[in-house]
Nanobody, 115 residues
Framework: QVYLVESGGGLVQAGGSLRLSCAAS????????MAWYRQAPGKQREVVAV???????DYAGSVKGRFTISRDNAKNTVYLQMNSLRPGDTAVYYC?????????WGQGTQVTVSS
């Protein structure tokens, strides 16, 4: 079992920055990938950024060049640095971990970008 706790959401003006954190605990050995998803009101949850165990990353086209996923292995924490935020980035952001084909989710953190 992997437990995930997100933090760092909040209200920010367009053009601003936020950094989300996702602290993993429990059986964190051999997590295959970690990712950030988001879900805006009335929309489906979508993947924002992915980091696989080897360190490779990938991003949704809408955030490429603005968001960066990173990790601190010593702290079992994954980060999402979000720059140049837009009102369209407003959503609940969820941390995801994949381990042995099982998905684990955090509770989500709200990000609101005002225009």
């Amino acid at each position: 079992q992997v437990y995930l706790v997100e933090s760092g959401g909040g209200l920010v003006q367009a053009g601003g920055s936020l950094r989300l954190s996702c602290a993993a605990s429990g059986n964190t050995f051999s997590i295959d990938a970690m990712a950030w998803y988001r879900q805006a009101p009335g929309k489906q949850r979508e993947v924002v950024a992915v980091m696989i165990s080897g360190g490779s990353t990938d991003y949704a086209g809408s955030v490429k060049g603005r968001f960066t996923i990173s990790r601190d292995n010593a702290k079992n924490t994954v980060y999402l640095q979000m720059n140049s935020l837009r009102p369209g980035d407003t959503a609940v952001y969820y941390c995801n971990a994949v381990q042995h084909a099982r998905n684990y989710w955090g509770q989500g953190t709200q990000v609101t970008v005002s225009s």
